[in-house]
């Protein structure tokens, strides 16, 4: 039997009791028991659903206090970040059991006959939606409660009528286990099988592949890195029936700022923005595109003096300190020159600041590779027509994010390149907090994203577990046979 | 530079003139000239936009006896049903033109700021949606205009504000070359570039592989067979910026008929459907699954029988022809037993049905091969619950028939079978003819469909080419700017 190891951010060792990787065995035997489940879970109602979500919220906040110590230990994100991010779970269960009591799930589009000969004239047709079936989902390091066993892939898809089978992150196995074990006291509590919610767990790129492969997973959502996520998402393609794939690759987040919105308080808020949660965040802006104006070496300045008095916690493993070193020695070997570079501590990997001018940015591939930690890159813009070349360059991003853009043609051409490139793009403030809402959209072209037409946050992030179906001159029965 | 042939069905003879394939050059010469119309469409209101495809109905309904004609020559489908299929076009053009008009391509997510902190607090945010950009149209041979040059995927694709470069199908380069002038007429007339309806053609994979490799394609759609779709859907996973690939790749299309159902007017009906269009149709029913009752051995006689009298046209290309007779020699090869199997003349395929156990037909995955052409197979079940695992074996669909279903446990559990695999589940009628509607859903799980979550017919169908964008705390005139 495998085993691995929890690793302590604060301490930077590995020193906690073995876990025991899932077995093939055991892949199969979660994954059987979540399909056991699928057929009544699809056809359970809004309010049933509603009702697990609910439950499952309240058991987040009940063990509240056990949940975020843990987490801690695990992460060490800190308590109070740690806190809001358990509410932000909640919230967002609590969201989706609401879609589900309105009827979300089962929206359909009605389409009476109309008499006459095609193509005008046709049969009474009805469009709503099935859950796709039973959902892997790979939790991530970065968000133990959010983006892990109970966040918003497993809400969303539970709220679709779909059974999920977890592979948790090896980051925070102690937590996976508690927030699973009291997923499945609720599901017992309400008669649902324990097997809606299963888990997995290994360090090992095994088990994850041998859950994607597995032929009664019908689709897999992902958050995480682009060598993890596209390895998973070419073995999705290559099963006998490929499955539909939604995996949140990180980006690179441009931010670029016009010489009038080159303020005190925007370089100060960047620099919190670069090294919330260590940098450690898909929309960390790891990009700092700059206009040239009277103020911009002034702005630079302030830049890297509030980032150089930031003092962000340990990153969360060991591996993710050494992607963050070779990924600033990366940018420092392709042309890029250090602004603000603080002496690491044992244990925390400080901020780093760098410059480069827009043409050597667009001609280094290497410069626009995601570094994942408390780091960004400033890229002077000759103008609009170069910053906008920056843009294209980087490709998909889950975010862009304008500062000073003015309406007149220069400001409509960034308008259109930042949507052609981004998910979300933001005319104020900073692109990390990803709010839970109806119009979210927290997704964006390749790589940002294996599938840039959904997201992975807000309401839409439910339309991922379902697919259309068409009843033509369906007898009345057959509506009174399907849940709402 | 490499040249390819017409084939005429009703001589079975590639006496055409020479047809030149396009080379990488005019291929890439395509797509530059669509994407540097890109911008421009993508910002067209929605009256431009329904402007053009109203001009395009026209055009074709103007254009109709030369066009008839020609698709005639190239086809052999006949001048009724080609007319038929024109005015399909004509009505599928002017229903995404008042999409268009109704503001379908721009419907947003509103969603105002919330006070407060966050989780439930949040900036006003805005999800709306841009098209994807420069489309790959990938034309099917038999429907050589309701999915072809104006078909189904131009119209959608248009109408979401993308550019398109088709790839003509080498069954009718003709009419695709007539169709495609008649294009450019009208997008010379209305003032548009002339690049955004391209046109490459060819009768080598190269071709259509050249096509969906080229950098600024940003989507493809394709109907036709599953190894040319499978082909083309891995070389789009497979390029540096993997792009969505929407195919639709044809279906068994299996028919349940309990007892009380079998009927002499619905072994009519099925003969015909069988038949039309010379069993062309990626909806033909492939599988009569029937439930054994006192007039099954009636109801199989009189469908042989209205099937032996039924005259189909020739099929469209040797190949197929070839396909058709290699298929139904592989379903007696692997245990189905004839029925009806009249002699071929030089020029058609006459009809051929066969019949298996269900017990066989589950064992033998050739019997669930697609079989293109007038054919079908009784498959014979010894209950509602055989007749499902017969569907689940099927696997995807894009369409699913039942007759005689009833309000009981087993209607109910046939019922969800049915909507498990297939993209429209009908209780009534045959599945050919797939009316363009508000609720049609012309898709289905793998291997129907590469993106089961899509349709390529209906209204939905404009959705593929659309990406969603959340603005956040967007300046008003931001909305000025979009188009409406």
């Known amino acids: 039997m495998t085993h691995f190891y929890a690793y302590n951010p604060r301490s930077a060792t590995a020193e906690s009791e073995p876990y025991a990787e899932s077995s093939e065995a055991e ?37 509240r206090e056990e949940l975020v110590s843990l987490a801690d230990r695990e992460t060490a994100l800190g308590v109070q970040r740690l806190n809001g991010e358990l509410d932000r779970t909640a919230f967002q269960l609590r969201r989706f059991a609401s879609l589900c009591r309105a009827g979300g799930p089962f929206e359909a589009v009605d389409d009476p006959a109309v008499g006459g000969a095609p193509p005008a004239g046709h049969p009474p047709m009805r469009r709503l939606r099935v859950p796709l079936g039973t959902v892997a989902m790979y939790a991530a390091s970065n968000f133990p409660f959010a983006f892990s066993v109970l966040g918003g892939d497993t809400a969303s898809a539970l709220a679709a009528g779909c059974p999920v089978v977890i592979k948790a992150h090896p980051g925070h196995p102690a937590l996976s286990r508690r927030t699973w074990a009291l997923a499945q006291s609720v599901l017992a509590e309400l008669g649902l099988s324990t097997g809606l919610i299963g888990l997995v767990q290994g ?31 070419k073995e999705a393609q290559a099963r006998p029936v490929p499955i539909p794939f939604f ?25 919190a923005s670069i090294t919330l949660g260590c940098g450690q965040f898909c929309t960390k802006p790891g990009v700092i595109v700059l206009l ?30 050494e992607a963050f070193v070779a990924g600033v020695k990366r940018q420092l070997a392709h042309g890029a020159k250090t602004l603000v570079q603080e002496a690491d501590t044992a244990q925390a990997r400080r901020p780093f600041l760098a410059e480069v001018p827009a043409a050597t940015f667009i001609a280094e591939p290497e410069l626009r590779e995601e570094v994942f930690g408390p780091s960004s890159l400033v890229v002077h813009a000759g103008g609009a027509a170069e910053a906008a070349d920056a843009l294209r360059a980087l490709g998909g991003s889950l975010t ?62 439910l339309e991922r577990f379902l697919r259309p179906v068409c009843l033509q001159d369906a007898p009345d029965w057959v509506w009174r046979a399907l849940p709402t």
């Open 292 to 321: 040239q104006g009277a103020d911009t070496a002034a702005f630079v300045a302030r830049l890297g003096t509030a980032l150089a008095q930031q003092q962000p916690h340990p990153m969360l493993t060991a591996g993710m300190r």
């Open 203 to 233: 360090s090992s790129p095994a088990v994850g592949l041998a859950l994607v492969r597995h032929p009664a997973i019908a689709a897999a959502a992902f958050t995480g890195s682009t060598r993890g996520g596209v390895a998973l998402w």
């Open 400 to 461: 862009v994010t304008l500062h000073g853009l003015t309406d007149d043609a220069e400001g409509r051409a960034t308008l259109q390149a930042a949507m052609a490139v981004a998910g979300r793009v933001l005319f104020a403030g900073v692109p990390t907090g990803v709010a839970v809402t109806a119009a979210q959209q927290h997704g964006g072209p390749w790589p940002a994203t294996t599938a840039p037409q959904t997201t992975s946050v807000g309401d839409a992030a």
């Open 27 to 63: 892949i199969d035997a979660a994954v059987r028991a979540a399909t056991a489940a699928a057929a009544a879970w699809a056809s359970a109602g809004g309010t049933a659903r509603a009702a697990l979500l609910e439950c499952l919220a309240r058991a987040l906040e009940t063990s």
């Open 247 to 271: 995996g949140e690759l990180g980006a690179i987040n441009p931010v670029l700022v016009w010489p009038a919105a080159q303020t005190d308080e925007l370089a100060d808020a960047l620099a």
